[in-house]
């Protein structure tokens, strides 16, 4: 069985790390399991970070690293809608057929990625979705003024990769 696990950035370390911490323990309940990791995130602001948010997650990850597991790095995305157009165009050139699709993300960031993602992705291809729990105080808050952007946000990422 192959599973593809979408883990997403996040530039504020304390839910970064916990979105890692909850997708670490999943992959690690699926030993069987091939797990190709798509860590998806570049850097959101350069003058404070040279790392990417998708090789942070992976030096968190390869405490943890089995054999069976690979690695696809997005280091381009800089929003959620980014995020799944890098996923999508990983689905459409990759060889391998993949079972399963798992997206972690944290909880209050759900709803609008889930939104994201069916207008990029489409609901089609099953997308499960694992979520962490930390958030901060002003998480949800945050979310309510977000989500309000989705079809501009999907637009301008699909006009910037040209999809």
């Known amino acids: 069985m192959n599973i593809l696990l979408v883990l997403l950035g996040c530039n504020v370390p304390y839910l970064l790390n916990d979105r890692v ?5 999943f992959a690690m309940t699926n030993a069987n399991a091939n797990v190709t990791w798509f ?3 570049g850097i959101k602001n350069p003058i404070e970070d ?5 090789e942070k997650m992976a030096r968190q990850i390869a405490r943890h690293a089995t054999d069976n597991w ?16 890098m996923v999508k165009k ?7 057929v993949y079972s399963k699709v798992f997206v ?3 909880d209050f960031h759900h709803l609008r ?10 609901e089609e291809t099953g997308v499960q979705w694992i979520l962490s729990g930390a958030e901060l105080e002003d998480s949800r808050y945050w979310e309510t003024i977000h989500i309000k952007n989705v079809d501009a946000d999907v637009k301008k990422a699909l ?3 040209k999809m």
């Open 21 to 25: 911490h909850t997708a670490t323990q």
């Open 39 to 41: 860590l998806s995130g």
């Open 50 to 54: 040279t790392e990417t948010e998708a």
């Open 70 to 85: 690979s690695y696809v790095y997005d280091v381009e995305a800089t929003n959620t809608a980014e995020n799944f157009i």
């Open 90 to 96: 990983h689905l459409l050139e990759t060889s391998v």
């Open 104 to 106: 972690i993300t944290s």
């Open 113 to 122: 990625a889930k939104k994201i993602a069916e207008q990029i992705i489409g």
């Open 159 to 161: 006009e910037k990769f």
